[in-house]
């Protein structure tokens, strides 16, 4: 019985461990989609904020 257990108890940690990596590979997946999402927002904030016709003109007086 001995050995039974032991096939047993390793096909559960087997299972274990690959429900757990999968876990994990999907919340990282989630996790760089949000990246990604925040990145672009990023960029499309900063060419909002572009604006370029500033510093094309100096003014003086004389």
Known sequence: ??????????????SQNRLASD???????????TWKEQGAEMVKMMESSVQPYLGQNINTYV
Do not use: C, F
């Not at 019985?1 to 096909?11: R, T």
């Not at 876990?23 to 989609?33: F, G, R, W, Y």
């Open 1 to 14: 019985m001995d050995m039974v257990g032991s096939i047993a108890n390793l096909s559960v940690a087997m």
């Open 23 to 33: 876990v994990s590979t999907a919340m990282l997946d989630k996790t760089m989609d």
